[in-house]
């Protein structure tokens, strides 16, 4: 059995291009793990292992990997940047205990740095964080750090210290320590000497280290005591306090560096020794209900005595077959034994199990309360399923994933191909929750779902080149949706006689908007027995199926409550179904006296642009019906954050590069639906309604 404090679980997180792939080589290398470096930039870095990865220089999906540090376990994960993908990271972020957020020295705290720190909050991830690129243009450690604070919320606590910037960048100051790292041209990262501070610096570091300590005893009220009264606590004890603080979330041991360069990593790997907790200090992860999903009140104790309990966090599909990434929280898991999954009810044997680096794997017989290892061909698991001892059954609190928001038909080149499609888009339905498919009834067609044209762009990618599946590709298709604006009362009877038993249900109801997002409610105040109790599931089941096709364009609809105060019934005729199919009746009847309008997705959108082209690209946001929320200025650019309708923001890339000279980037998330204008909507429903009438 290996000793669980020796054991660190951690994931690596940033915007896009902050350097997180870079600095797991980096740390790979340090620690042994790898040789020869790859590079992203050359399409060869060790955890972007999909052809689609190296190519465009982006990370897709998470991939794990282990490695040993100062006698230490670091099972690591590298996830993606790019916000199509942030469930690749919201999932691992679920199981990891502890994390590095990763900055870049001259663009600072990016929107999507800013989603994935808001998820590290709510899944109470500690965290370090790392300000790369310091050797870049424009890099300002001092900048990002205040940005940690403004934009994050969050409070750095300052580590190391660089010792020249941009071109002379090259080396760190230990803030605790008070000693200078200084590495030479080289680019090995093991060619640094440990010196004096430079004199230019004294004064900083000295004022860096009594800001660290103040922050560290707040920690220990015995040794605040003796802080205050002159007495100079030990390193030991301030790294102590330092665990501590960073453990509860009150500071984030901050670090800078260029991973690039080979500078400054191993203080960021000592950090994570050091100061990132270990399983067993986490607080453990609830144990939920199966049925509504609210806490039991008992935990996941991480520990190898408890019974196996494990989640199921990513299923992936390589040439082995289907892997699936599992954190054991609890217990052990071994070669051989059988596990239940408690969301099918189903159990499982446990074949063959294997430890991961990226894509190359090492068999295991066993693992135990801690690990992070991958199971190789298990039939029925998918994302967010609780493994466990099928004498102790239990449901690990499960993992929410946004709702696409884009779609696109799609249809394969030749006959022969749509089984082929069929089994392929499965594997990856699979891989990616985010990641949805259905079938349109009446054309037949098949529309693939996602979080952004990326993201889809990505999936057709993979569906060609890995499965061989040629696609022809419509154009993408806006998520709308419909919803009411008015109170309407009302009133259907359903009756039908023809020999035999008929069918009678009287319903008096009324329907009206509901609060935004609560999508759909039913209530009921009927008074008296006119509506018997026992028929009120089949009239809310009646409405509720109703609530998937609107009156106006056959659009999903929102946020309807029907609120049932009357009725009739027969003592012989009336039934369930009866009454179910007069609500369906009544939804038709009544849905388009509730003034209903069509809703649209809109994005929150982030552009970065050179302050030259300030003015084109806000026009041009303008132009496509945004709504600018907010622009900050930076060393290199200026940010604009706006709000903009989903449907103007199709081929924007194209657009922004051409507006910037190549310069300007940009990222968008979804936010909330908001009416659309009567043009844009009369468009939409003039094309729904022709689509249906060449069916």
């Keep these: ?15 896009v291009d902050a350097g997180k792939t870079t600095s797991t080589e980096r740390i790979l290398k340090l620690t042994g793990k790898i040789h020869k470096t790859g590079e992203v930039h050359d399409g060869a870095a060790t955890t972007d292992f999909m052809v689609q990865e190296a190519e465009r220089g982006i990370t897709i999906q998470s991939a794990a990997t282990t490695c040993f540090w100062n006698n230490h376990r670091l099972n690591i994960i590298d996830t993606p940047g790019h916000v199509d993908f942030t469930v690749e990271v919201y999932r691992s972020l679920k199981v990891l205990d502890g994390g590095i957020g990763v900055f870049c020295g001259s663009g600072g705290v990016e929107p999507q740095s800013e989603t994935n720190w808001r998820y590290a909050n709510e899944s109470e991830v500690s965290r370090i964080i790392f300000i790369n690129k310091l050797d870049r243009m424009g890099a300002d450690f001092y900048r990002v750090v205040e940005q940690v604070k403004k934009v994050l919320g969050a409070n750095p606590l300052v580590m190391t210290l660089p010792i020249g910037i941009e071109d002379e960048f090259k080396g760190v100051v230990d803030v605790l320590t008070q000693k200078a790292y200084i590495w030479d041209d080289s680019g090995l990262p093991e060619n640094y000497e440990v010196v004096d501070i430079p004199e230019d610096l004294v004064e900083k570091a000295a004022e860096y280290r009594e800001k660290l300590i103040e922050s560290a005893v707040e920690q220990d009220d ?55 907790p270990a399983p067993t200090e986490v607080t453990p992860q609830d144990l939920t209900d199966k049925e509504t999903g609210e806490p039991t009140g008992q935990v996941a104790t991480v520990s190898a005595e408890e019974p196996l309990r494990a989640l ?24 051989g034994m059988t596990v239940l999954n408690s969301y099918t009810g189903k159990t499982e044997r446990i074949g063959r199990m294997v430890e991961m ?8 017989d066993r693992a135990q309360a801690g690990d992070i290892i991958a199971v190789v061909g298990m039939k029925n698991v998918q994302t967010g399923h609780t493994l466990c001892d099928p004498d102790h059954e239990c449901t690990l609190e499960p993992m929410i994933f946004p709702e696409p928001v884009i779609s696109i038909a799609v249809k394969p080149k030749d006959k022969g191909g749509s089984e082929k499609m069929g089994i392929a888009i499965g594997k990856l339905v699979a891989e990616d929750p985010s990641f949805q498919v259905e079938t349109d009834e009446e054309s037949g067609e098949t529309i693939l779902k996602g979080m952004g044209e990326l993201h889809l762009d990505i999936k057709v990618d993979i569906l ?13 298709q806006v998520a709308y949706r419909e919803t009411i604006t008015r109170e309407v009362e009302d009133s259907y009877t359903h009756k039908k006689q023809s020999g035999g038993s008929g069918q009678y249900g009287k319903i008096d109801y009324r329907i009206r908007p509901a609060e935004v997002g609560t999508g759909f409610k039913f209530i009921s105040s009927v008074v008296g027995g006119n509506v018997p109790k026992e028929y009120f599931p089949a009239i809310e089941k009646g409405f509720k199926g109703m609530m998937g ?27 369930a179904i009866a009454f179910e199919i007069a609500a369906k009746g009544a939804f038709r009847q009544s849905i388009p006296k509730a003034a209903p309008q069509l809703i649209e997705p809109i994005m929150k959108v982030d552009v970065f642009t050179p302050e030259d082209h300030v003015g084109d690209v806000i026009g041009d946001l ?52 908001l009416p659309c204008p009567s043009q844009v909507a009369e468009k939409v429903i003039a094309e729904a309604k022709a689509k249906k009438e060449a069916k």
Excluded: W
Excluded at 312 to 335: C, H, N, P, Q, W
Excluded at 550 to 572: K, R
């Design 622 to 673: 303008n132009r496509r019906r945004g709504m600018i929320k907010d622009q900050e200025p930076g060393a290199t650019g200026v940010r604009i954050k706006a709000d903009v309708p989903l449907s103007e923001m199709f081929g924007y890339i194209g657009q922004l590069r051409t507006m910037t000279s190549g310069r300007g980037q940009f990222s968008m998330e979804f936010s909330h639906y």
């Design 312 to 335: 199921a966090f990513k299923i992936m599909d390589d040439r082995f077959g289907a892997l699936t990434f599992i954190r054991i929280y609890s217990g052990v898991m071994e070669k």
């Design 464 to 476: 060609k080149r890995t499965y061989g599946v040629e696609l022809i590709v419509g154009q993408p």
């Design 222 to 276: 015995d040794l605040m005591m003796a802080y205050m009264e002159g007495e100079e606590p030990s390193i030991e004890d301030i790294k102590r306090c330092i665990r501590k603080g960073t453990r509860d979330l009150v500071f984030f041991p901050t670090y800078c560096g260029s991973a690039f360069k080979n500078k400054g990593i191993q203080l960021v790997l000592d950090a994570v020794v050091d100061y990132l």
């Design 357 to 364: 680096h990226a894509d190359e794997r090492t068999e295991i």
């Design 549 to 575: 096709q609107g009156t106006l364009a056959g659009f999903p609809v929102l946020d309807v409550e029907v609120e049932l105060f009357d009725g009739g019934f027969h003592a012989v005729d009336s039934s």
């Design 1 to 15: 059995m290996t000793d669980l404090a020796l054991y660190r679980n951690i994931g690596i997180f940033a915007h």
